[in-house]
């Protein structure tokens, strides 16, 4: 019997599925967005880009941004009572508002 796949986008049919109408080339200002240090932002993946996506079980969180990386930023999540860090690029942030 084949095995499955264990590749870091398992299980992500629904969750990374776009919809019609946001399919497409991304505006050119989500790329280059800036964020301040202590932001809220939420990770929002955008699949049709894979450099500097986050792992499918950090969408739809929110996290305080700690200090950017290159073009990327490092933002803290809790996740199950731990706090991780991850290294996500502009395109997969959106500033939380208020």
């Known amino acids: ?3 499955k796949s264990k590749g870091s986008r398992q299980g992500t049919r629904k969750k990374l599925t776009k919809k ?4 497409g080339a991304i505006p050119v200002t989500r ?3 800036e ?4 932001d809220r932002v939420h990770i929002i993946i955008d699949s ?9 079980r950090f969408h739809g ?5 700690l200090e950017k990386r290159g073009q990327a930023y490092v933002v803290e999540v809790t996740d199950k009572n731990d706090k991780k860090k991850l290294t996500v690029r502009p395109e997969h942030l959106k500033p939380q508002q208020g």
């Open 48 to 56: 049709a880009i894979q450099k500097g996506m986050p792992h499918p």
């Open 31 to 33: 790329s280059i967005r």
């Open 61 to 65: 969180k929110t996290g305080r941004v």
């Open 35 to 38: 964020f301040e240090e202590d």
């Open 20 to 23: 019609e109408r946001e399919r």
């Open 1 to 3: 019997m084949p095995q």
